[in-house]
């Protein structure tokens, strides 16, 4: 077991690596940043005295290995653009990411897993059916169209919330559920077929024929035991939010990394891009590498190390 | 639990109850939020309109483009590479230090040295000294001749040597400490900046006590956010919004013309735009009436030159080449000029009503004209390559160069040395040379009004509109925008 | 070819239980897809032409002979016509990005399945980096690389969605090799890709299948997404995502250019998703 925990840390940490070497070369594929940082004025001499300032006029592998350097002696580097450190520039984006992620994920449960139980309590009536349809017409529409939307909607015809930014409960309110539509649908179908499967096991059974009534059965057994696959999906969700965000938090001016990614990408401020990266690639590699673990603690016969 | 519903309720309403916009709380939405907020080291709109507000320039530019005193009071041209600056007595930084001769050389210095890397050099590389020779007194030394000196210093920020000094690069930025008629408050990294204001500021300071730049990327949330108020002014805005303002009570929309001009450039290297018959016939291809009129219908009038009539060097009469769909499909034919396919490279920056009609009227006139839109350094680096002949073969820009000179337009934009420019013609180098450094007007006017014919004659690029800023704002708000797109909140006032 | 007709039946008729039959949503997007094939007999007018003194136009009016039956846009085009293309991009787009996708990551996913070891590991490691790279950052690289365009969109849909088929036919593939008559094929002598494709891939495709449907409609949306942040297909050709993210600034003032895109895509991806839906309910009832 040990061996396997080792080796699968090992590629962890791989994974890690290479997804750094990835981004390090790719994104210098697309370019240098020098020409956003100039006026329209600037010369050439004026570009390459600033390239030498940044130590971009140095050759790749040289500017590879001074970044994984850098990267062992946990020096993240300083934004060309912004001239502060990545670290406090993600520190500062990371809380507005995290409560709308959470945000989101509250949306999605809250009204996700109420439909699937409904669908698969209730599922010979035609109601729920249409439920499903009005949880699958919400994830329907682009965010970026829906978002405008609810903003013209309840930010300037009724002035319920603010249109947009950030620093209070409401202005939480609408990007969360922005957001939340998109994972509504998928816990919906997952609550609903994991109660489906619990309510054909014997013991359910058993209770019906017992006399036990529908409400008790719900709120005593079937709720806490399909909710397991429910919680597992989350940790992969939860990747998902980070990347849908982009949108969310471009259309309601929410501060999170997302806005912070695209304004990174486009800028080629390739450290603060790398940072970020980084952050995600840790979050999404080390949930995956507890879950396999898990899964291999529940299911030895998965021991290889993979999964459905 | 149904009373802890109820009370959950009662506190969300109160939580969602805006609270009431006070006038001397003012807040503006930029698109992004600043960049750097020290005013050596960036130069975007975003940036300039929250710092320019922290800090004095050595001239500035009353509402009318005239430059006038800021903290210099007087300048003397006292040879052909020297100018003696005259130094406020009364000017203090925010932490109470006074501002001397010093601190204005240090700036100098300081922007100019190579090794401090500023993005903004190239607009000051022609200063080649700046000592000081009084208490209150600077002296400048240039290159060579410069006459567009002043019309520079109007962008140079007189920043405290004392701070920059003790506390180094990074943290100035992190808390920059000026002159100006607003003193820096907080930055909350891409949420705002918030500044307030400088109860010891030696001019005017307008209205507001604390102002809050907000970056709020999407035009729709912008205008959304003015609406509901939210915002008290909002930047970048396009026509079909304005005209949707002017029609909501209690907001207005501020417009200037400025000093930008709009053109098609073309790459007059690449065939077929090396024939000046092709370039003409795509130069007759546009309906610029119909775009200023039909598309943009905000007060922007098309011009006939690289220059608006703010400009110094702007040529009175300038002779147009007329709309002439019909000539100009008779002469693609003629030419087979439409058998090359050419790409018209843009960004989503850029107005893309505008960039789409255009390519519409070129297709219609029988060139093969595709679009090709990309992030802004995916087509900076194309626009900027290092042959001209690499450069795109079409593209739309607005361009301003802040200083009001035909010089800062024309000689980026049709000078062979520079890393923009697609023209390559020996007489008219020379012409922009003598322009940029000739002191007497006379001589000036002469070499500009020259450079006008040529580009007319060879039809090198083609000048489209003399472009307006569009600012959303509460009625409340009396200010008048001006050219150089600055945003003086203390030549704002606030009327209930 | 009974069971075919079977599920057919059970899938797409309407049922004893009510709601409505999956039919309706094969119906609209069969309509659709009609619509993208013969884009240029139904259009009534060229989606491209311009009328600059005919802009915002709202449905039903006439200006300068043409006849605006859904309005005009922010350039005086005929919306309807645009519509009306618009769906030739959506479509095919979504289609293309699928199946490409799709083939990468089943072919990969399988591999990684069946032949363990050093393949399993660098296929799903890969997995885990391109999930860890935010898409964004694929487009922009991708754009300013190879140049913007109809081709590199469909790229970067494929280049970051393929993990997910790779997890699921991984998944499939680790739990059905170990079958009883693949053992037999494999020791009746069938090389690795016979086996696999003729006896493992058969039997994962229902799973497959949904996801593959349930993809397709996100793929749609980020089409739209791309064409929000402007890294979507090359103006003028209409798309629905380009004329929706144009469109949603004129919300106020000009509904229709939103609407009328917007109610297409709603109504294609709400039909792929429920036809999605359907067809997971139908194949498996536990899992999805």
Request: proline residues 5%.
């Amino acid at each position: 077991m040990s061996v396997f925990l080792l080796q699968r840390l090992g590629q962890a940490l791989v994974a890690i690596f290479g997804v750094m070497t990835l981004v390090f070369f790719i994104q210098r594929l697309t370019g240098d940043p020098t020409y956003l940082l100039v006026p329209e004025t600037a010369t050439q001499a004026d570009i390459d005295a600033l390239r030498r300032s940044l130590g971009l006029d140095q050759p790749l592998v040289v500017q590879y290995v001074n970044y994984l350097w850098d990267m062992l002696r946990l020096d993240f580097g300083t934004s060309y653009v912004q001239n502060v450190a990545v670290t406090e520039i993600i520190m500062s984006r990371l809380p507005y990411t995290l409560q709308l992620t959470g945000g989101a994920l509250l949306v999605a449960f809250v009204i996700g897993l109420p439909v699937g139980l409904a669908m698969a309590i209730w599922r010979r009536y035609r109601a729920t059916n249409l439920l499903m349809g009005v949880v699958l017409g919400a994830q329907s529409m682009p965010t970026f169209w829906s978002g405008i939307l609810m903003i013209m909607v309840f930010g300037v015809w009724l002035r319920w919330l603010p249109p947009s930014g950030s620093g209070s409960f409401s202005h939480l309110i609408m990007p969360s559920i922005a957001l939340g539509l998109l994972s509504m649908a998928t816990y919906a179908r997952i609550a609903r077929s994991s109660i489906l499967d619990e309510m054909s096991k014997d013991y359910i059974r058993s209770a019906r024929a017992r006399g036990v009534t529908t409400g008790r059965l719900v709120g005593k057994h079937l709720i806490r035991n399909s909710l397991i696959p429910v919680i597992s999906i989350s940790a992969l969700e939860i990747s998902q939010l980070l990347a849908g965000a982009v949108i969310v938090e471009t259309v309601f001016a929410w501060p999170g990394l997302g806005q912070l990614t695209v304004q990174s990408v486009q800028a080629r401020d390739f450290v603060v891009v790398q940072g970020i990266v980084l952050l995600g690639a840790f979050v999404t590699i080390s949930v995956n590498l507890v879950a396999d673990i898990l899964y291999s603690v529940v299911d030895p016969r998965i021991r290889k190390g993979g999964r459905a | 639990m149904i009373r802890a519903f109820t009370h959950g309720i009662a506190a969300a309403v109160t939580l969602l109850s805006a609270p009431a916009l006070m006038a001397q709380d003012f807040t503006v939405n930029l698109v992004n939020e600043p960049s750097t907020l020290d005013p050596h080291q960036q130069w975007n709109p975003d940036s300039y309109y929250v710092y320019r507000n922290i800090f004095d320039n050595i001239v500035t530019r009353d509402n009318a483009g005239k430059i006038i005193p800021q903290i210099a009071t007087d300048w003397k041209q006292v040879s052909d590479t020297e100018m003696v600056l005259t130094i406020r007595d009364d000017v203090v930084f925010h932490d109470g230090e006074p501002l001397t001769a010093e601190d204005v050389a240090f700036s100098i210095q300081r922007i100019t040295n190579p090794e401090f890397g500023s993005p903004q050099l190239g607009q000051f590389n022609q200063i080649i000294g700046a000592e000081p020779t009084g208490e209150y007194e600077v002296t400048l030394t240039t290159k060579g001749a410069y006459p567009v000196l002043l019309a520079q210093l109007v962008k140079l920020s007189v920043v405290p040597k004392h701070v920059v000094e003790a506390v180094g690069n990074e943290a100035f930025n992190a808390a920059p400490v000026g002159s100006g008629p607003f003193t820096f408050e907080g930055w909350k990294r891409g949420v705002d900046v918030t500044l307030s204001r400088n109860e010891n500021y030696w001019g005017d300071t307008g209205p507001f006590e604390t102002v809050s730049f907000v970056a709020v990327p999407d035009a729709s949330t912008r205008v959304a956010n003015l609406s509901a108020g939210t915002a008290d002014l909002i930047v970048s805005i396009d026509s079909d919004f304005a005209r949707q303002l002017e029609t909501q009570s209690g907001i207005q929309v501020l417009t200037a013309p400025t000093e930008r001009v709009a053109f098609m450039g073309m790459n007059t290297i690449r065939a077929p735009f090396d024939d000046p018959e092709v370039r003409k016939a795509a130069t007759m291809a546009i309906d610029r009436e119909g775009i200023v009129q039909g598309i943009l219908a905000g007060g922007e009038t098309v011009v006939h030159q690289m220059a608006t009539p703010s400009h110094y060097g702007y040529v009175a009469d300038a002779a147009a080449i007329p709309y002439d769909p019909e000539e100009a499909k008779r002469i693609v034919a003629e030419t087979g000029a439409g058998n090359t396919p050419m790409q018209f490279a843009t960004s989503p920056v850029y107005d893309q009503r505008i960039v789409q009609a255009i390519q519409q009227m070129l297709t219609e006139a029988g060139f093969d004209v595709e679009i090709s839109m990309t992030d802004m350094s995916t087509y900076l680096q194309a626009a900027r390559a290092p042959e001209q002949s690499e450069r795109p073969y079409l593209s739309f820009g607005r361009w301003s160069c802040a200083c009001q000179d035909v010089d800062g337009v024309q000689f980026p934009l049709l000078h062979s040395s520079s890393s923009w420019s697609r023209v390559n013609d020996a007489d008219l180098d020379s012409l922009l040379e003598k322009g940029r450094t000739a002191l007497d007007d006379e001589t000036r006017m002469e070499a500009y009004s020259n450079v006008q014919q040529i580009v007319h004659d060879n039809a090198y690029i083609l000048p489209l509109y003399q472009a307006v800023a569009l600012y959303g704002a509460s009625e409340n708000l009396e200010w008048t925008p001006t050219a150089n797109e600055s945003l003086f909140l203390n030549r704002m006032n606030w009327s209930e | 070819m009974t069971a075919l007709t079977a599920t057919w039946r059970r899938l797409f008729l309407p049922q004893a239980n009510g709601g409505v039959p999956a039919g309706v949503f094969v119906a609209i997007l069969a309509a659709l897809v009609i619509v993208a094939i013969f884009a240029p007999l139904i259009a009534p007018y060229n989606p491209d032409t311009q009328n600059l003194m005919g802009r915002l136009k709202p449905p039903g009016t006439e200006a300068r002979g043409t006849y605006y039956l859904l309005g005009s846009d922010e350039l005086g085009r005929d919306l309807l016509s645009r519509v009306i293309y618009g769906a030739r991009v959506s479509l095919s787009v979504a289609v293309l990005s699928v199946i490409l996708s799709g083939a990468v990551g089943i072919t990969l996913g399988m591999l990684a399945g069946y032949r363990g070891s050093w393949v399993e590991v660098v296929v799903m490691r890969l997995v885990d980096i391109f999930l860890s790279i935010p898409a964004i950052l694929l487009a922009i690289i991708m754009v300013s690389v190879l140049g913007p365009g109809f081709t590199n969109v469909v790229l970067v849909l494929a280049l970051t969605r393929w993990p997910r088929y790779a997890r699921v036919a991984y998944g499939q593939t680790l739990a059905i090799s170990n079958q009883p008559y693949v053992r037999l094929a494999r020791a009746m002598g069938a090389g690795p890709l016979r086996v696999l494709f003729l006896h493992i891939l058969p039997n994962i495709l229902a799973p497959l299948a949904v996801v593959a449907t349930l993809e397709f409609g996100l793929m749609v949306l980020f089409e739209a997404g791309l064409s929000f942040l402007g890294l979507g297909v090359q103006p003028p050709t209409a798309s629905w995502g380009a004329m929706l993210s144009v469109g949603r600034n004129y919300v106020s003032t000009a509904w229709w250019i939103a609407t009328f895109p917007g109610l297409c895509l709603f109504l294609l991806v709400l039909s792929v998703n429920l036809i999605g839906d359907r067809l997971s309910a139908y194949l498996n009832p536990k899992s999805r």
